[in-house]
């Protein structure tokens, strides 16, 4: 993967799961003003391992599987999209320190859906949980080593801040269960 195409897939990474439904996109008497991100595709080296990975943690349901061009492509939603996530079957992926992407997060709304997942990831490989601040985030990885993210946004809670300005502690999961330090 060149730089050019690594940087291209982090910023995907980057607002993949917080863009809208496209059901929920504006009516078409009114304005889009910016484009909405519609997808990513990452390469993934066993995609079956890959599909149970993001059926089981995170929801996602398989919408469509073909081949083109000799790459098989397997299409992903956990709405009512026909596709958020792409993987595509590769063999030989490039060592962990050489992959660009930093991770793929993925928005709950709220504290309820951050606890469901936090019972559903608290077992998986490299699970980690930050308050950041402006959310309160698990991370952990996929069968690829791609670093991955479930958060809660948390600013409009009374011990959420408005921007994020460098500040991490660990998110205990007593803190996590209760919804408050």
């Known amino acids: 993967m060149n730089k050019l195409s690594g940087l291209c897939l982090a910023l995907l990474a980057f607002f993949a ?44 349901e398989l919408k469509e599987k073909t081949t083109h061009e000799g790459e098989t492509r397997y299409f992903l939603s956990s709405t009512n999209s026909h596709h958020q996530l792409v993987l595509i079957q590769k063999q030989n992926l490039p060592e962990q320190e050489q992959r660009i992407l930093q991770q793929i997060a993925f928005q709950v709304s709220d504290h ?55 500040q991490t502690e660990p998110l205990t999961e007593a803190a996590l269960l209760r919804g408050k330090p």
């Open 112 to 166: 309820a859906g951050l606890v469901e997942a936090y019972q559903k990831l608290k077992d998986v490989d490299g699970f980690e949980m930050s308050d950041n601040k402006i959310s309160w985030s698990l991370y952990f990885k996929d069968p690829d080593e791609n670093k991955m993210e479930v958060y809660w946004d948390v600013r409009d809670q009374p011990f959420g801040s408005p921007k994020w300005n460098g």
């Open 17 to 60: 799961f917080t863009a809208p439904d496209p059901t929920t996109l504006p009516a078409a008497d009114e304005q889009q003003k910016a484009p909405v991100l519609g997808h990513i595709m990452v390469r993934v080296s066993d995609a079956e391992a890959s599909l149970r990975f993001y059926r089981q943690y995170l929801q996602m």
